[in-house]
């Protein structure tokens, strides 16, 4: 689906949703419209990701993301006055008087080891561009203080009770007019010392004679979007039916806990088994442990979990391996017979669940293939999406295994 297309076939004047999903920019908007997002993303690799040129124009709940270039790169220009309300951008933006100034905070902050069950402290210095609020639903997590002032502003961040087990994973909002959301990560552990002031990052030191402050104060809100330990899924948003080579941030649709079923009509005597691979760098696995299957019915960190009596997978990101970027999750019929392959199976239905069923995809359209790769969970830029794949090989799971780093020989 062409969101450009989309955006040039509404009237003037009109009010357009967009689609769920991400989609490719740049968006060019010249003629008076108002365009909905419904979990929409529009990336683009260069500056600008959506421009507005004409007057009218109103863009309301979707993310714009500028994938290269600096976080101050210009991801939504407004070369008239426009309206924006609900708007997330990775990166800057121009034409919307005190916003156009200079956000200098890390799109990742790393704590690196801190002490378990323990209270923690972390200092860290940022430049905003305007009156900032702080949002994190995390409960073992604060920051102080929450609301910052336009420009430079020291920052504490306190990190509390959080167990050996687990893996710090957060989400968190800097809202102004528009939101900016950045990412907390550590690793908790008993045999380190408690951090006390230690300091992540400090922004460069700039000049802000001029400023200006909002002239209506910040709302607090009351629901944020946060994949963690403690994430309850949002399931007042509707259940996503995705499309082959469609992407979308998991924090949309869920928590870090979820099930994956596969269902579909095959014919007596296929078997069909699900392989999760853990990746790092390179998509390469984390030896042979990071094969989960039914001969290895569960990760190291049990962050995946193959359940041999439905056949479904559990996953937990809050427990996933730092060194883990990408989690390939496929499917394979059983070898020995190189006549059984998808082109005899029907609507092979994969359902994400986390109470009640959040994200659906039917690869239809398979043919030859034996192994097919269904989902990708990978993290961009500390954020964790999925991708709708449905592609594979029919050799089967030699080639896959060999292709992630693990030698198989196919007999």
Not at 17 to 42: A, C, D, H, M, W
Not at 129 to 151: H, M, Q, W, Y
Request: proline share 4%; charged share 25%.
């Amino acid at each position: 689906m062409d969101i450009k297309q989309i955006v040039a076939n509404a009237s003037a004047g009109s009010s357009v949703t967009l689609p769920p999903g991400e989609f490719e920019g740049p968006l060019v908007i010249s003629k008076p419209l108002r365009l909905i997002g419904k979990n929409t993303t529009i990336w683009a690799k260069k500056s600008p990701v959506i421009e507005i040129n004409s007057n009218g124009v109103s863009i309301e709940n979707i993310r714009a993301e500028l994938t290269e270039g600096s976080i101050n790169d210009i991801a939504v220009m407004a070369n008239v006055l426009a309206a924006a309300k609900d708007i997330e951008v990775l990166g800057g933006v121009r034409g919307f008087g005190a916003e156009d100034g200079f956000f200098d905070v890390p799109r990742t902050i790393e704590l690196g080891e801190f002490k378990a069950d323990s209270v923690n402290t972390f200092a860290l210095t940022v430049n905003v561009p305007d009156k900032t609020e702080i949002v994190c639903d995390i409960r073992e997590v604060a920051f102080s203080p929450s609301i910052l002032n336009a420009g430079r502003n020291e920052v504490t961040v306190t990190v509390s009770g959080i167990s050996a087990q687990t893996y710090l994973y957060a989400e968190v909002l800097f809202k102004t007019k528009f939101t900016r959301r950045i990412y907390l990560m550590g690793r908790p552990k008993a045999d380190v010392p408690k951090s006390d002031m230690k300091r992540i990052y400090t922004a460069t030191k700039r000049d802000f004679l001029h400023t200006t402050q909002l002239s209506e104060p910040i709302s607090v809100s009351t629901v944020t979007d946060v994949i963690s330990m403690t994430r309850t899924p949002d399931t007042s948003l509707p259940a996503l039916a995705m499309m082959r080579g469609q992407r979308v941030s998991l924090s949309q649709y869920i928590g870090s806990r979820f099930d994956i079923f596969f269902t579909c009509e095959k014919p007596r005597g296929f078997e069909i088994d699900p392989y999760v691979f853990l990746l790092g760098e390179n998509e390469q696995s984390l030896g042979d442990s990071g094969l989960i299957f039914f001969g290895n019915e569960r990760s190291e960190n049990g962050e995946v979990i193959y359940h041999l009596t439905d056949g479904h997978v559990e996953v937990d990101l809050a427990k996933v391996d730092f060194r883990v970027r990408k989690i390939a999750l496929a499917y394979s019929i059983y070898a020995g017979d190189t006549q059984k392959n998808f082109s005899s199976v029907r609507e092979p239905h994969v359902s994400i669940r986390a109470g009640g069923e959040r994200i659906s995809f039917v690869m239809d359209g398979l043919a030859a293939e034996a192994t097919v790769v269904a989902m990708e969970f990978y993290l961009y830029k500390g954020e964790w999406k999925i991708s709708a794949v449905g592609a594979g090989y029919k050799d089967g799971m030699a080639k896959l295994c060999n292709r992630y780093g693990i030698e198989v020989v196919d007999e």
